[in-house]
């Protein structure tokens, strides 16, 4: 088990081990079953428990009360258990089941018998639903072999999220037990909070549902600082952040948290390869989002700092679709500009943007080079970006006034040196009609490289 389970998971049932060897009243003189007197030596206090009754349950049956005492008073805990499991064999339905089921749970768990300690704390939820420390066992352990890939994976997780689930409606009710202090009983119920948060988060991302994924992996590392260093959970919130891939238009990722916990899963990765491979990740994320590299290293370094991103942590976003084609008009006069960047300006930007370079280049005679699409005599569909040139469409439609000899009417896929006006065009998709076209025999240079590519979506 990962070292979580040992600070976490252990560390509550080191608690429980004082609590849960908890010891039965004596039969009461003259109740003596089966006319035998009552015997045995005075049995010691009952250890307090975390939900302990008012009154200390009876054993009736004197033979049933010394077989428990004889079980319960080993110290080797594989002496505890087979005196346990016998117990539980011949008293199926005593009233100390709970008590014993608790005791020989921690006894499993002692000794790294992590599938009785699964079966015994089963058990103990079906005799006592209530039981928080058998849930959180449960909880940790199925959620922990649903992520590692177990043959029963789906199941592992519908029961991890079952108990997540039965855990936080019970832990309000869970109480302090005697002899623990306030701060340490105050850890336990924030490591329990995030066993079965995590538990039910990892069940929300499985199913595509992100929204909770989100919240219940937040809340759990939120809840102690043993989760914000857990890989296993911090990991798939950023994940839950990022969204699917695909995007799906129906949920919208939440980017700047998809980096900040990407960073942090790089810099908790169990190994150097998984860290290296989260860290590639991340610094995608943020280049996605901000459109560059630049203050990468900051982020990261902030991530290492801090398990949360700290107050007022931000990321400036890359500049919109429509900020960097008014940033294109107020740097190139329009009849400067290359025919990529015409457009991505009538494309993208504002009214006033497309107003200013339609306005400047309509009905003028431009000469550029481009790639047939398809020809006719009176009509060539032509691709003038390099984006459109690389996709094979059309972006530009040039007419003639007069038909186009057969002999040069070019083929598809050829490269095209022209002279239109521009007439008209539709921004989505893009395409610009030029009037007046002229084929030209020498190549013409093309209205500046068209080095200007459609940007990625935002």
Same mark, same amino acid.
């Given at each position: 088990?990962? *070292? ?10 080191t ?5 849960t060897a908890a ?8 109740q003596?079953a ?8 005075p049995?010691?206090a ?5 939900s302990?009754?008012?009154q200390a349950?009876v054993?009736?049956d ?6 428990y005492?004889?079980?319960i008073?080993?110290k ?26 608790q ?10 018998n992590?599938q009785k ?15 928080e ?11 922990l072999?649903?992520q ?7 199941q ?5 999220k079952?108990?997540?689930q039965?855990g936080?409606d ?9 002899g ?5 009983f105050q850890?336990?119920?924030?490591q329990m909070t ?8 990892i069940s929300?991302?499985t199913?595509?549902d992100y ?10 590392v939120e809840s102690?600082?043993?989760?914000? *260093?857990?890989?296993s959970v911090?990991?798939p ?6 969204g699917?891939?695909p995007?799906?238009?129906k949920?919208s990722?939440?980017?700047i ?18 860290q ?17 590299d ?12 801090n398990?949360?991103p700290?107050?007022g942590?931000a990321?400036?976003?890359a500049?919109?679709?429509?900020e ?5 008009v ?6 400067k500009?290359?025919f ?5 300006v ?7 943007d497309?107003?200013t370079?339609w306005?400047?280049?309509?009905g003028k005679?431009?000469?550029?080079q481009?790639?047939v699409?398809?020809a ?5 569909d ?6 459109d040139i690389?996709a094979?469409?059309a972006d530009?439609?040039?007419?003639f ?8 009417i070019?083929?598809?896929?050829a ?7 521009p007439a008209?065009y ?6 610009m009609?030029?009037? *007046?076209?002229?084929?030209?025999k ?6 500046k490289a068209p080095v200007?590519h459609k940007?990625?979506?935002?």
């Open positions: 088990m990962k *070292k979580i389970l040992v600070t976490v998971v252990l560390g509550i049932a608690t429980a081990a004082a609590q010891q039965p009243a004596q039969p009461p003189q003259g003596a089966q006319g035998q007197p009552a015997t045995g030596t049995a010691p009952a250890a307090p428990q975390a302990a009754p008012a349950p054993i009736k004197p033979a049933e009360y010394n077989a005492m004889g079980a008073q080993q080797d805990p594989t002496a505890q258990i087979s005196g346990l499991e016998a117990y539980l064999t011949q008293y199926p339905n005593s009233v100390m089941k709970g008590a014993a089921l005791t020989l749970m921690q006894d499993y768990q002692q000794t790294n992590q300690t699964v079966d015994t704390a089963t058990k103990l939820v079906a005799a006592d639903p209530t039981n420390r058998a849930i959180f066992l449960l909880a940790y352990i199925d959620r072999k649903a590692g890939g177990s043959p029963t994976a789906k592992d997780l519908a029961d991890a079952k108990y997540g039965m936080l019970g832990l309000s009710k869970f109480t302090k037990p005697d623990t202090s306030d701060a340490d850890k336990m119920k924030d995030g066993v079965f948060n995590a538990a039910i988060g929300a991302i199913d595509k929204d909770n994924a989100r919240k219940d992996l937040r809340a759990a102690s600082p043993d989760f914000q *260093k857990d890989f911090v990991y919130l950023a994940l839950a952040y990022a699917p891939t995007p799906d238009p949920i990722p939440d980017p948290n998809a980096i900040w916990f990407a960073s942090r899963a790089s810099v908790v990765a169990p190994t150097p390869q998984y290296q491979q989260i860290e590639k990740y991340a610094k995608g994320l943020y280049i996605k989002y901000h459109g560059g630049e203050g990468w290293t900051d982020v990261l370094a902030q991530a290492k700092a398990p949360l700290p107050p942590f990321i400036k976003p500049p919109s679709p429509a960097q084609a008014h940033a294109m107020v740097a190139t006069p329009p009849d500009m290359d990529a960047t015409w457009e991505f009538l494309t993208n930007g504002s009214k006033d497309q107003d370079v306005n400047a280049i309509k005679a431009v000469q550029m481009g790639k699409i398809q006719t005599a009176t009509e060539f032509i691709a003038g970006s390099s984006d690389d094979n469409k530009i439609t040039l007419t006034e007069d038909k186009v000899p057969l002999k040069l070019p083929k598809a896929g490269s095209l040196d022209f002279q239109g006006e008209s539709t921004p989505s998709p893009f395409m009609t030029m009037e *007046k076209g002229k084929l030209l020498a190549a013409a240079p093309p209205a200007h940007p990625a979506a935002q």
